[in-house]
């Protein structure tokens, strides 16, 4: 797992929550190739309202279009760990986008006060 502190490429991955990749939520299988891959950190937000290509609203707000919610994926590291990750979210991504966006990291540890 790399330990990051400067300048990083953020990872953004749009899919909704109903994708799946053999049975198992897309947003699932990208993160735990994001950890085999040995990126330094992965993690998955769930949205409460959003449309993509198909230009259907949903929203947590009404039962019938609660279903598909939007997610992101977020993944941090460095731009060269980013992209040399970007072929395997071709084989998994068939309906979604991938945002790349540079980006500064500034790391907390924690651990006993002084």
């Known amino acids: 797992m790399t330990r990051l502190t400067g300048r990083a490429l953020r990872l953004t991955v749009l899919v909704g929550e109903n994708d ?68 395997l979210l071709d084989e998994l991504v068939t309906d979604g986008l991938v945002v790349l966006d540079d980006c500064e990291v500034v790391r907390y540890e924690g651990g006993r006060p002084s």
């Open 20 to 87: 799946t990749w053999h049975h198992r939520p897309l947003y699932s299988e990208i993160v735990h190739r994001a950890h085999a891959a040995g990126l330094a950190g992965a993690s998955v937000f769930r949205g409460v309202e959003g449309f993509g290509a198909s230009s259907l609203i949903h929203t947590t707000r009404l039962l019938s279009l609660s279903e598909d919610l939007p997610v992101a994926v977020v993944v941090v590291d460095t731009e060269e760990r980013v992209r040399a990750f970007l072929p």
